[in-house]
């Protein structure tokens, strides 16, 4: 097997790439070099840019600035098909797979071979053979791809990329939906690749997975390579020191809240997602509690399991001492529970819908009039307060919730859930696409509900927001609560700890200093 | 209510044609039919408005007409069953229709399009089946109850007879706007239809109101059925009804509806209706325009209209695109 050293001449290298979007950087400056046959991992918090630099690299996306060299020579990679026809092959997280189109079919899918304007079959499946065999799946061309489980996919896709003699592979977290076993044997592949002189791209939340695997990682963080480890020194620690590294800015002042007596109680709760692990925790009234966890890790889930858009396969829920029965959103809300969804455009807004509207759905039928007429003065009330209360930057109340900023957009979907005075508020990435004005407001916003009492329990991937905003952290690694830290203990070095799910000795530490 | 005008406009403007190209269209006579048969297709059309905001669609009203329009001769005159009991069976057999197809749709998720495309063959069967394609008709008897569909009150002090069914429309009209305009199920309705899992997330029994867009299309379909047999005065099971969902829904999109849900007013609804009628009536008037192309020139001007509605709101899209800034520095 060919080691790769540090001289052995770079296959591709990315230059100073920069990229934003709306004015957002998400990388900057991004040098990075890949080389033949090594296995390179490259790994970030949420929100880091991997995915971002990957897109450039496959052509998805071009970079504002930069440049990408192949073999020494500078290329521009435009397009997907580019990419493709340089050798660029990217495994993306959800399979680009034609699920009713057999092995075969899907290898050679946009590039079929053809003989007298047929499509020339008894190539495709003579050469998916060859190549299936190479990625160490043992099942005929013919089988359509629904038939196979995750991991087979995945490896079809790999046998895609092998048929392209593909130089680079990208791959996307490709773990995340495999068993063990299965991510045992793509291994076993993947090093197969690399030993062929493949050079290898390795994304992944999964640091086990990356010491395990990688020859070098490179660590992003807020769009900027934050260092890379050598092979010899991959650790654990290392990685998450690298991740981590930035001051933690205190950037909002803190007030003091009292609080009180257990306003939210889930116990034994089973998500559809992970419905091997029951859940169990508390939220105190005045309390804001953050739910840490990558992405993946089944935040959402918990959140719309107790809101009642999922039912949960069991569990008991109890608001102020009392159990309640959610089946569905009504049961939630007539039980004081609100929730902000995390698909802002989809879940938490009508977007060709005036901003009164939006607001007033809510509080239609809390306000109706007999025979179910609506209470629309009230509705414009309740609006105006809440525009005011909540400085929602607005034409006024009539415009479309469309044209406003994802600041003001958020700040509706909270507006409609307040006008209800909610005595549980649950908030799924709660700032994700606000700007940083609106998101001190809304932080400012949530402090001063949970000063009136409310139970606050919010997911989100942002590290800096569950830090400063959180009186306790919840943190999840794939469906399982792995820990919970007090706001004494709290550190961006735990939470990560905690949701790569690190080894049971140091969650077994932080619970006891707990 | 700029839509409404638009699509008043186009009224008057295929009014103003045909009145100076056929001398027969301003006729008492035509009048008074005209707006008899565009008050029987808005009540029909109302409720398919009902269907698409939700961003539904409902196939099977003609059908519905039929089966309707067919049973009621039939129960009264063949099987001598009272008036009363046959309206109260005819009003159980359109709230069933319905409530059929809404719990098709929400519960077991099925397209409204295939789920009311079945509807449209099976009621359709079942009424020739079991007619066994005789037609039915009141054969001279209960010309009280036809009077709903055929009479009209003549308005004191003028020459002119205003047909009842005007009256029951205005009446559903009414409910109609009243339903979707003032009621908090009207404004789910049009929350829903412009997205679901929004309105659902809100706290909107979503399937509920969905059933009820798809109950109030079937009823209004089956008093239009009861009201086209009143006013014709027998029902053949092959032909009667046929097409009449297309012209609904044309109306209904004519008038100001979205498909894609969510948007509509009753009074375009109507207007549209009306656009229908006048067009149709305008093209047997006209001699130069020969009757087999009745549904060309029906196809074309709908076409025309809902093309120009597009390109009036990219228009009104990119103005409010230019002056935005304006409106940002405006806010407070």
Known sequence: MAIPTADSPPLLEVREISKSFFGVPALRNVSLSLRAGEVHAVIGENGAGKSTLMKVLAGVLSPDSGQIRLDGTPVSVDSPQTAFHLGIAMIHQELNLCDNLDIGANIYLGREPTSYWQIDDARIYRNACRHLEAVGLEVSPRTRVDQLTIGKQQL??????????????????????????????????????????????????????????????????????????????????????????????????????????????????????????PLEFEVHAGEIVGLAGLVGAGRTEVLTSLFGVESPISGNISIDGHQVMIANPREAIAAGIALVPEDRKQQGLILEESIRHNVGLTGLKRHRRIGGFANYARELEDTNKMSNELRIKSSGNGQLTKHLSGGNQQ???????????????????????????????????????????VAILFASSEME???????????MHEGQLTGEIGRDALSEERIMQLATGSDLVQKLELTVAH | MKKNLGILGLLIVVCVVTALCSRGFLTEFNIENLIRRTALFGIISIGAAFVIITSGIDLSIGSVVCLIGCLVPWLLV???????????????????VGLIHGLLITKLRLQPFIVTLCGLLIYRGITRGFL??????????????????????????????????????????????????????????LALGRNEEAARFSGVNTDRMIVLAYVICSL?????????????????????????????????????????????????????TAVMRVLKNSITMIDAIPNKIEFAVIGLVILGGVVADELMNRFAATRAVDTKPNLTSKST
């Open chain 1, 156 to 277: 079809v896709e790999i046998a895609k990329a092998i048929s392209v003699d593909a130089k680079l592979v990208i791959m996307d977290e490709p773990t995340s939906s495999l068993s063990q076993q299965e991510a045992t044997k793509l291994f076993a592949v993947i090093r197969r690749l690399r030993d062929q002189g493949v050079a290898i791209v390795y994304i992944s939340h999964r640091l086990a997975e990356v010491s395990e695997l990688a020859d070098r990682v490179s660590v992003l963080r807020d769009g900027e390579v934050a260092g890379s480890i050598e092979h010899d020194q991959i650790t654990h620690d290392n990685m998450v020191q690298l991740m981590v590294g930035r001051n933690i800015s205190q950037s909002y002042a803190r007030g003091h809240r009292e609080i009180a007596q257990p306003m939210l109680s889930v116990n034994g709760l089973r998500t559809e997602l992970h419905p091997a692990h």
């Open chain 2, 132 to 189: 066994d394609d005789q037609t039915t008709g009141f054969k001279g008897q209960f010309e009280d109850l036809r009077q709903i569909g055929a009479g009209a009150i003549s308005l004191p002090g003028t020459e002119f007879d205003l047909p009842i069914p005007l009256l029951i429309l205005l009446a559903v009209a009414i409910a109609a706007a009243v339903f979707l305009h003032r009621t908090i199920y009207g404004r789910y309705l």
């Open chain 1, 411 to 453: 700040k509706v979907v909270l507006a409609k859930w307040l006008a209800m005075q909610p005595r549980v508020l649950l908030l799924d990435e709660p700032t994700r696409g606000v700007d940083i004005g609106a998101k001190q407001e809304i932080y400012r916003l949530i402090e001063q509900l949970a000063q009136r009492g």
């Open chain 2, 78 to 96: 063949e099987k001598g069953i009272g008036v009363p009991v046959t309206l109260l069976m005819i009003a159980c057999i359109s709230l069933c």
């Open chain 2, 220 to 272: 209004l379909a089956g008093l239009g059925g009861l009201l086209f047999v009143c006013d014709v005065g027998s029902a053949q099971p092959v032909d009667f009804g046929n097409f009449y969902e297309l012209y609904a829904i044309a109306a209904a999109v004519l008038g100001g509806c979205s498909l894609r849900g969510g948007e509509g007013s009753v009074l375009g609804v109507i207007l549209g």
């Open chain 1, 465 to 475: 927001e569950v830090l400063s905003l959180s009186d306790r952290v919840l943190v």
